[in-house]
């Protein structure tokens, strides 16, 4: 069954205490740890071993399990210190986005061999490595997400397939998702109004508030059986109350849940 749980980065504005009461009472079944130097950083990678039993105790506390961290950038010096941490703190999928200019050939080359080095790390700490396509990046549709699967056979290399991003990307994601999936390990999940380079404000990430058909990407996901997390991530501007975020949330959270229920993956 899928577990759905959401990245802590919604909840920039408050501590990681607070940020894990408000999604347990949303209903999510864990949280994507947000390690986003310069956005998010409910884990600091640089001093982690600090922050680790807080953050044991406080998911323990609260039920959630840690699905997933998101690094985002494809940093050498940072991953091996996200990759100790993830396997301390039990938590089996890093994600990042893959850096780079769009349609630059140089990039994808440099992306596909950073994304090969690091994965060999990864494993070696029993962690898998994802890489999502990102509007903007050297990876940022279905054909070049293709490029780095046929590249990287490591069994800790995996594709987290973020539909708004291929949306915005000019494809339907739905239609996208089958060419993927057999590499799929983790599942960042939003909405969006549009084809723009931005997702918008957070209400229009809200899962069912935009234009991107979630309905037929979460019958994909269950119709190949797909069981890895499902972790709402929605991006926005500071300075949002506890009750917009967790709106957000908890919407969110009620609509994915109902789909994915009526596809018996929940």
Same mark, same amino acid.
């Given at each position: =069954?899928?577990?759905?749980?959401?990245?802590? !980065?919604?909840? *920039?504005?408050?501590?990681? $205490?607070?940020?894990?009461?408000?999604?347990?009472?949303?209903?999510?079944?864990?949280?994507?740890?947000?390690?986003?130097?310069?956005?998010?950083?409910?884990?600091?990678? &640089?001093?982690?071993?600090?922050? $680790?039993? %807080?953050?044991? @105790?406080?998911?323990?506390?609260?039920?959630?399990?840690?699905?997933? =961290?998101?690094?985002?950038?494809?940093?050498?010096?940072?991953?091996?210190?996200?990759?100790?941490?993830?396997? %301390?703190?039990?938590?089996?999928?890093?994600?990042?986005?893959?850096?780079?200019?769009?349609?630059? %050939?140089?990039?994808?080359?440099f992306t596909i061999e950073?994304?090969?080095?690091?994965?060999k790390l990864a494993g %070696?700490?029993? !962690?898998?490595?994802? !890489?999502? $396509?990102?509007?903007?990046?050297?990876?940022?549709?279905?054909?070049?997400?293709?490029? $780095? =699967?046929?590249?990287?056979?490591?069994?800790?290399?995996?594709?987290?397939?973020?539909?708004?991003?291929?949306?915005?990307?000019?494809?339907?994601?739905?239609?996208? #998702?089958?060419?993927?999936?057999? @590499?799929?390990?983790?599942?960042?999940? @939003?909405?969006?109004?549009?084809?723009?380079?931005?997702?918008?404000?957070?209400?229009?990430?809200?899962?069912?508030?935009?234009?991107?058909?979630?309905?037929?990407?979460?019958?994909?996901?269950?119709?190949?059986?797909? &069981?890895?997390?499902?972790? #709402?991530?929605?991006?926005?501007?500071?300075?949002?109350? #506890?009750?917009?975020?967790?709106?957000?949330a908890a919407e969110s959270?009620?609509?994915?849940?109902?789909?994915? *229920?009526?596809?018996?993956? @929940?």
């Open positions: =069954m899928i577990k759905l749980g959401i990245n802590s !980065v919604l909840f *920039k504005d408050f501590d990681f $205490a607070t940020a894990a009461q408000h999604i347990k009472l949303c209903g999510y079944d864990g949280v994507e740890l947000s390690a986003i130097k310069g956005m998010c950083e409910h884990l600091e990678l &640089d001093r982690w071993r600090d922050q $680790a039993p %807080e953050i044991k @105790r406080i998911a323990e506390e609260t039920g959630l399990k840690l699905l997933s =961290m998101e690094v985002a950038e494809l940093n050498e010096t940072r991953l091996p210190l996200a990759f100790e941490a993830a396997r %301390e703190l039990g938590i089996p999928v890093v994600n990042v986005g893959p850096g780079g200019k769009s349609d630059l %050939e140089e990039d994808v080359q950073k994304l090969t080095r690091m994965s %070696e700490y029993g !962690v898998t490595l994802c !890489v999502k $396509a990102h509007v903007g990046g050297s990876i940022y549709n279905t054909p070049t997400s293709l490029r $780095a =699967m046929e590249a990287i056979a490591d069994p800790a290399f995996g594709i987290d397939m973020d539909p708004s991003h291929i949306y915005r990307a000019g494809e339907n994601p739905e239609d996208a #998702l089958p060419a993927v999936i057999s @590499r799929v390990k983790h599942i960042h999940i @939003r909405d969006c109004k549009g084809r723009q380079a931005g997702p918008g404000t957070i209400d229009n990430q809200a899962c069912g508030r935009g234009d991107i058909d979630l309905i037929g990407y979460c019958k994909v996901l269950a119709d190949s059986g797909y &069981d890895g997390p499902v972790c #709402l991530e929605v991006i926005g501007a500071r300075d949002h109350s #506890l009750a917009q975020v967790s709106i957000v959270y009620g609509y994915l849940n109902a789909v994915l *229920k009526s596809f018996g993956a @929940r």
